[in-house]
């Protein structure tokens, strides 16, 4: 089993300086490699930021369906009070699908909403999902969690859509006194590959992907918090913690 944990401080550098080369030159490829990957993560963070305005219709629509609910558990009350048992037998068989849908997980809508974005992926993929919440704060700016969660979650779907047997995801996010504690795991059926700090990917088209978890190192060094990795050929578990003010 491994487990690392990866360093954040501000002089952590990705790029490598190539011997026999001048010193300008080496300088020149440092700076330009820092800069593609700031874009790249940037870019990434926008498109995932762009999909903010799905999280607000979600929300707009649980809204409506917590709204519709009560008019219809209204409607079946007066039903069953004048004996009709039939039609609210009827009016509840027609409803199930409407009201299945889980909206509610821990109270705070922006994680509501992502956590429920997320599990119709999992459901449309068969993806056994575990929740553990007890959150108040989430110390951080939306935007931020968002981008956050959003790539932890799709880099554990993609790992467990590769599975043949187990597909599990488990997500606990926890308050613990002033920090916020979030651990992601999710069944593998290999173990990653690690170079110089950073998992990468094993698709053909390496270019456009591997840099979820960077952005998510990124985040998490923003709010000068830690993260850790644990893993073998069975699982893999993010676990991250940041402190509060």
Known sequence: MSRKRVPLNQNECTADFRIGVPFEQNLHFWAKSIYTEKNILEV???VIASQYEELNESYKKYRCLIHDERHMMDYIEECIGTGNFSEAQKIIKKSRNKFSERYYWTGITVLDNVISIEKRKMDNMNIEFHIETDV???VMEDIDIIILLENLFDN????????ANKK???FSIKNIN????LKLWNSSCKKPKVK???FVTDKHDSKGHGWGLESVKYIVKKYDGIIEFEYTEMFFQTV???EGE
């Open 44 to 46: 990434r963070n926008n």
């Open 136 to 138: 108040t704060d989430i």
């Open 156 to 163: 554990a779907i993609e790992a467990v859509e590769k599975c």
């Open 168 to 170: 599990e995801i488990k």
């Open 178 to 181: 002033s920090m916020l504690v």
């Open 196 to 198: 110089k700090e950073r």
């Open 240 to 242: 991250i913690m940041i």
